[in-house]
């Protein structure tokens, strides 16, 4: 059974850097296929693709997000982690990290549960 | 402004049979595979269609898909009141290299 789940803090201030952990399990981001995505949600609106890692460490970003994310694996921890710079109060938002894999032509099979982050000062 | 389009709203009656539309361009819908998902209120989205026409395991066979050209529906037959949720289509941009949603569709059960 695949699940994953996100962490990180609920607030944070205008200009600092977001980190968000995504902990999973039922698969291994080593197996050919296999990747873990982010996307947000913010209130009331929908949702928007942030960032993606593969099993062979590619890793695609949102074009217009892409100079302040960086997305990394641990393999190791199952985790995979997304940071934010710059942070902003349009940034507040629900945080999803899914599960995505070949057999589905990559979509985002399972989702967690969703963490959500509030900018501000 | 989302670069794939849905209608923001659509309704019906228990029974009925709805459908949703995205629509969108070459770099996308045109060229990739469409998937389809359902939020239910308060709740992480589910993926309800993949590949453009897929029911995962679990998923009725109320829920259907169909892509043709640069445009894909999603239809639901046999309307139920649990039904009523957000639905989004979503697929790869070739040009932008990276995911795209629609802006999602609120589905009301009268």
């Known amino acids: 059974q695949i699940t994953l789940k996100e962490s990180g803090p609920t607030l944070v201030k205008p200009t600092q850097t977001l980190t968000l952990t995504c902990t999973f399990s039922?698969?291994?981001?080593?197996?050919?296929?296999?990747?873990v995505g982010w996307i947000r949600q913010p209130p009331g609106k929908a949702l928007e693709w942030l960032a993606l890692?593969?099993?062979?460490?590619?890793?695609p970003y949102s074009p217009s997000l892409k100079s302040r994310l960086t997305i990394t694996k641990d393999t190791s921890k199952n985790q995979v982690v997304l940071t934010m710079t710059n942070m902003d109060p349009v940034d507040t938002a629900t945080y999803y990290c899914?599960?995505?894999?070949?057999?589905?032509?990559?979509?985002?099979?399972?989702w967690g549960q969703g963490t959500m982050v509030t900018v501000s000062s | 402004q989302s670069v794939l389009t849905q209608p923001p709203s659509a309704s019906g009656t228990p029974g009925q049979r709805v459908t949703i539309s995205c629509s969108g361009s070459s770099s996308n819908i045109g060229s990739q595979t469409v998937n389809w998902y359902q939020q239910l209120p308060e709740t992480a989205p589910t993926l309800l269609i993949h590949?453009?026409?897929q029911r995962p395991s679990g998923v009725p066979d109320r829920f259907s898909g169909s892509k043709s050209g640069t445009s894909a529906s999603l239809a639901i037959s046999g309307l139920q009141s649990e039904d009523e949720a957000d639905y989004y289509c979503?697929?790869?941009?070739?040009?932008?290299?990276?995911?795209?949603f629609g802006g999602g569709t609120k589905l009301t059960v009268l």
């Open positions: 899914a599960h995505t894999e070949q057999l589905k032509n990559y979509a985002f099979d399972i």
């Open positions: 979503a697929a790869w941009d070739d040009s932008l290299k990276g995911w795209v």
């Open positions: 590949s453009n026409n």
């Open positions: 039922g698969f291994s981001l080593s197996t050919t296929g296999v990747g």
């Open positions: 890692i593969y099993w062979d460490d590619d890793k």
